[in-house]
């Protein structure tokens, strides 16, 4: 059964900063991998696509890297902003649905 | 606005009522998921419809819990005799063959 872990489950960090979220999952026959910001009281919002064959993807301010082997996956913000305090949750798909498996998330609060 | 909608955004009900939610995934997307996430978790997979046929149900979803998606556009999810336990939100997404999913805003329920 797949499982996804997120890691830290909230962080705190001044704005400028860069920080790294991390996911793991437990089985690698996956199809790909996204992940997602959520406000509080909100949907979810899609920011990066990493399909199976791939090992990153970049869109602004964020990269997210993907190594199956090891069933990882970071999310990296650069230089932060307080517009950024959300939480960020990491899903994997896999199966002839390609039904997504959550993590809890990671609430990152960026001060000003 | 081309993305997913749900309705109605809040449902309060009494414990024992029946309540429906709509969803409307982007037109040109076949495939159609129904999640449920609870303070503090990720969403969590309930089912799927590929077009108008349901193709998966996750074991969250009792015998209480129906889903339609008829003509294989917009999606109803009912639920009968609500419980407390049912209180969450209820998220709808869409995607075409394998790729992205986009999330609707979700239904917040609260069961007295």
């Known amino acids: 059964k797949q499982e996804v872990t997120q890691i830290p489950a909230a962080l705190s960090v001044p704005e400028g900063e860069n920080l790294v979220l991390n996911c793991s999952f437990t089985?690698?026959?996956?199809?790909?991998l996204q992940w997602f910001r959520q406000d509080p009281g909100k949907g979810l919002t899609s920011l990066l696509l990493?399909?199976?064959?791939?090992r990153e993807q970049t869109s602004g301010r964020l990269n997210a890297s993907l190594d199956k082997s090891s069933g990882r996956s970071t999310l990296y913000i650069a230089a932060s902003q307080p517009g950024d305090s959300a939480t960020y949750l990491c899903?994997?798909?896999?199966?002839?649905?390609?039904?997504?498996?959550f993590g809890t998330g990671t609430l990152l609060a960026v001060q000003p | 606005d081309t993305g997913v909608s749900q309705d109605p955004r809040h449902k309060i009900t009494k414990r024992g009522q029946n309540v429906t939610f709509r969803c409307d995934p982007i037109?040109?997307?076949?495939?159609l998921y129904w999640y449920r996430q609870t303070l503090g978790q990720g969403p969590e997979f309930l089912t799927y419809f590929q077009n108008e046929a349901q193709l998966e149900k996750s074991r969250l979803l009792s015998d209480r819990f129906s889903a339609e998606r008829p003509k294989g556009s917009f999606s109803t999810l009912e639920i009968q005799r609500t419980e407390q336990g049912d209180s969450a939100m209820y998220l709808c997404?869409?995607?075409?063959?394998?790729?992205?999913?986009?999330f609707g805003p979700g239904t917040r329920l609260t069961v007295l």
């Open positions: 899903a994997v798909t896999g199966g002839a649905t390609n039904k997504l498996i």
């Open positions: 037109s040109e997307h076949n495939r």
């Open positions: 990493i399909q199976s064959s791939q």
């Open positions: 997404a869409s995607s075409s063959f394998a790729s992205e999913q986009f």
């Open positions: 089985d690698s026959a996956i199809y790909n």
